[in-house]
């Protein structure tokens, strides 16, 4: 086990929420930690890597583990996280999911035949620049599957993409070093604003949806 990151980072149980779980894990296991923690960010958008990162960086800077080590177990759990996604869509199809989405409340199998198409037009693009956009990173995984993109390609985009995202987020809590107490007032605040972000944009596509679906029955109620 680590020593409590060094004395650079309170340990787990004096932090909260994401922090306090993913300095756990880097507490238990080390380096592969991080990489178990941003694997569970690819699978649920809403755990912000934007907080797991630095806090890896500042382990790296305190000694726990090396630099290297940091960016190279987050890229893999990155990449791992991606290929399940990737498989789900590829293993169940478009048509399956269609027909998913349909038993779905608030889904359309029209989302899934959007997405596939936005995906088949910008091809590649998706994969690499989505690396860069959180909850999006996560979700063109499935669309990649569902088109059958080689594997090779979608992991060596995934890879390059996740670690250029990954090392800039990592190097802030490296270079910060020492100097926690400059961040850990922002922690919780960051983290609750990322996962508050991703409730006001589902809030919002729920009640849009309702609202079409509304008008849409009233059309039918009326023989439109």
Known sequence: ????????????????????WAVGLMEAVGAPG????IAAENLFPPIPSEV???????TAAA??????????????????????????????????????????PLVRSSDIDKTTAWFAKHGWK?????????IFRSLISIPAGIERMPVPLFLGL???????WNTIFIMIGYTLGQNW???EPYMDWLQWLVIGAVLVVIA?????RMLLNHREGKHLLHGE
């Open 158 to 164: 995934t890879a390059v993409g996740s670690a250029i």
């Open 52 to 58: 797991i990162l630095p806090l890896a960086g500042l």
């Open 63 to 104: 000694g726990g583990f090396s630099l290297a080590e940091a960016i190279l177990w987050t890229t893999a759990g990155s990449v791992v996280g991606a290929l399940l996604l990737y498989s789900l869509g590829r293993i169940l199809g478009h048509e399956r999911l269609a027909r998913i989405a349909e038993r779905m």
């Open 126 to 134: 998706t994969v690499f620049f989505g690396r860069f956009l959180p």
């Open 34 to 37: 991080a990489g178990i923690a």
């Open 181 to 183: 107490h400059v961040i």
């Open 204 to 208: 919002w596509w729920v009640s849009r």
């Open 1 to 20: 086990m680590l020593p409590t990151i060094l004395q650079s980072i309170p340990p787990s149980d004096e932090l909260s929420g994401v922090a306090g």
